[in-house]
Every structure is written in structure tokens, then in C-alpha cells.
């Protein structure tokens, strides 16, 4: 079993950058590929970001290709999501979730999901 839970969420200009975190629980957080996705209002969730077990390879949306950067760090249990150069569009609720083993962009695949955290961008 994992819980993870996300943070870091909040308002910002367009144009302005936030730092997502999402911490888990448990002791092999290693073993588990993870990924971020976002829901937008009257939209389906998308993918956003995924990142390996070793943290050895990213895949990203075209969409935030470029801006966002997903990153782990496995000795504190957290993988991280920098935004950079926010949009508009950029406005969702994001999740982050855990598959173990290989890394998918799928979000059928993936085991475990945190609550999310609320960004939004203004314009």
C-alpha cells in the first residue's frame, strides 16, 4: 500500500513558476514509477509527467514540454514537479500516482493516487 499526498499548489501570474511535491508513504517507493496528471474543470484528466523508478527517464506531455520538469528524490519518499513559464491552460487540479514498476503514461496503469492540489493561473 502507498498514500501519497501532493502539495505546493496555489495561484500564480502566467508567466510565474510553483515547485508540486507529492511525499510517499511506505518503503519502496523505489519500485514504483510515478506520474503526474491534471484534471481542468469540464475537462478529462490528462497525462502530464512520468518519471522511472530510477528517476533514469522523463516523459512529458507536448503540452508542458519544455516547462515542466519532473524529478525524484527516493531517499525522501517525494517526487517533485517544477513548473516554469505557467498558463492559463495550465489551470487544473493535479494529481500524482504511483505504478510499480516500469513507467507508463497511462492513467488506467497506475495503482495509487493522492488527492491532488489545486493549480491556477491567472492571466
Known amino acids: 500500500q502507498v498514500q501519497l499526498v501532493e502539495s505546493g499548489g496555489g495561484l500564480v501570474q502566467a508567466g510565474g513558476s510553483l515547485r508540486l511535491s507529492c511525499a510517499a508513504s511506505?518503503?519502496?517507493?523505489?519500485?514504483?514509477?510515478m506520474g503526474w496528471f491534471r484534471q481542468a474543470p469540464g475537462k478529462e484528466r490528462e497525462f502530464v509527467a512520468a518519471i522511472s523508478w530510477s528517476g533514469g527517464s522523463t516523459y512529458y506531455a507536448d503540452s508542458v514540454k519544455g516547462r515542466f520538469t519532473i524529478s525524484r528524490d527516493n531517499a525522501k519518499n517525494t517526487v517533485y514537479l517544477q513548473m516554469n513559464s505557467l498558463k492559463p491552460e495550465d489551470t487544473a487540479v493535479y494529481y500524482c500516482?504511483?505504478?510499480?514498476?516500469?513507467?507508463?503514461?497511462?492513467?488506467?496503469?497506475?495503482?495509487?493516487w493522492g488527492q491532488g492540489t489545486q493549480v491556477t493561473v491567472s492571466s
Open positions: 511506505g518503503r519502496t517507493f523505489s519500485s514504483y514509477a
Open positions: 500516482a504511483a505504478v510499480l514498476g516500469f513507467v507508463t503514461l497511462s492513467e488506467y496503469d497506475y495503482d495509487y
